[in-house]
C-alpha cells in the first residue's frame, strides 16, 4: 500500500515538470510540437495512433510533404497530410477507397506567436488520390478545394485561453479581417514571388507598419508632410498614409492597431490565405512518396 503511494505522488510530482517540458519543446521550434499545439496540452494530440507513415522528397518551400495513416480513439482511420515546410498545417482525409480515392475533410492549423497561439479546424471540400504500391505512394490533390467555416478553435495569451464560442467568434472575425487584408495585398503591383514566410514578411511589414521601420525601408509613399495622426496601442499612426494607401474597410483596422494585433499574432495565418492557391496547386501534383513506418 505504501509503495503504491508513493507512485501516485511521484507521478503528481513529475506532472508540472511534464508539462513544463512539453511547453519548452513548443516554442523553442520543435516542429512535432509546434504541430500538435494546444492539443498537446489538453490530451487530445495523443488520442490517435499512426499506423503508418509515409514522405517525399522537397516539394519547392512546402517542403517534405508527410502523409501518416491514423487511426482515432474510436477506431476510425484518416489521413493526416502536412506540407512539413508549413509548420502547423494538417490536411485531415478520409480512409482511401480500394483505388486510393479519398476525400477531403478538415484543414487543422495553428497560427503560433510569442505569447501564445490561434488554433483551428476548418471545415473542406475536395477530394484527392493516395495509392500505396509496397513501401512506396503517390498523393495528389483535385482541384479545387475549397474552404468553408471554421467550426472550432482555441486561442491562448499567455496564461488565459479561450475556448468554445468566444473563441470561435474571435477566430471568425481575425478570418474576415484577413481575408480583406489579402484580397487588398494580391491585386497590389509589382508584387515579387515569396520564398516563403520570412520573405513574406519582409515585404509587407514595412508597407503595412512603416512607423515601425527603419525610415530607409519606408515605401515611397510615406509622407509626413501635414499628415494626420492618431494614437492607438501605444503607437502614433499616420493616419494620413493610411488614407491613401489602404482600402476603406482596412483604414479603421489600421489606425486602431487592430492589423498590428493580426500581424503580431497570426502572420502564419496571414500567409497561408496569400498563398493558399500556390500550396493546392503544388499538392495538385504528383507527389512520390517512401514508407517510413
Not at 129 to 153: C, K, M, Q, Y
Not at 184 to 213: C, D, H, N, Q, T
Request: proline fraction near 4%; glycine fraction near 8%; charge should be positive.
Amino acid at each position: 500500500m505504501r509503495k503504491k503511494e508513493k507512485e501516485t505522488k511521484n507521478r503528481q510530482a513529475s506532472l508540472p515538470l511534464l508539462i513544463a517540458g512539453v511547453l519548452a519543446l513548443l516554442f523553442s521550434g520543435c516542429s512535432s510540437l509546434v504541430n500538435l499545439g494546444g492539443r498537446a496540452l489538453d490530451g487530445s494530440a495523443f488520442e490517435e495512433k499512426t499506423l503508418a507513415r509515409y514522405r517525399s522528397p522537397a516539394v519547392m518551400d512546402l517542403g517534405q510533404v508527410e502523409v501518416r495513416e491514423v487511426r482515432g480513439k474510436t477506431g476510425e482511420v484518416s489521413l493526416a497530410i502536412s506540407p512539413r515546410g508549413i509548420p502547423a498545417l494538417v490536411f485531415r482525409a478520409s480512409a482511401p477507397s480500394g483505388g486510393g480515392e479519398f476525400r477531403l475533410i478538415s484543414l487543422e492549423f495553428l497560427s503560433s506567436h510569442t505569447t501564445g497561439w490561434n488554433e483551428f479546424t476548418r471545415e473542406l471540400s475536395g477530394s484527392g488520390l493516395f495509392r500505396v504500391e509496397g513501401g512506396e505512394a503517390v498523393l495528389r490533390l483535385n482541384e479545387p478545394v475549397d474552404t468553408l467555416d471554421i467550426r472550432e478553435g482555441k486561442i491562448r495569451q499567455k496564461d488565459t485561453r479561450f475556448t468554445g464560442g468566444e473563441a470561435l467568434q474571435a477566430l471568425r472575425n481575425r478570418e474576415e479581417r484577413i481575408a480583406v487584408l489579402v484580397q487588398w495585398m494580391r491585386i497590389r503591383e509589382p508584387v515579387p514571388a515569396f520564398a516563403g514566410r520570412k520573405s513574406f514578411e519582409r515585404y509587407w511589414k514595412p508597407i503595412l507598419f512603416p512607423e515601425l521601420v527603419l525610415a530607409k525601408k519606408r515605401p515611397k509613399t510615406w509622407n509626413t508632410a501635414g499628415a494626420l495622426w492618431t494614437r492607438a496601442e501605444d503607437i502614433r499612426w499616420n493616419s494620413s498614409y493610411t488614407a491613401i494607401l489602404f482600402p476603406e474597410e482596412l483604414q479603421r483596422v489600421r489606425d486602431s492597431g487592430t492589423l498590428l494585433r493580426d500581424w503580431e499574432e497570426a502572420v502564419s495565418w496571414i500567409y497561408l490565405e496569400y498563398e493558399w492557391d500556390r500550396i493546392i496547386a503544388l499538392l495538385g501534383e504528383e507527389i512520390h512518396l517512401t514508407k517510413t513506418k
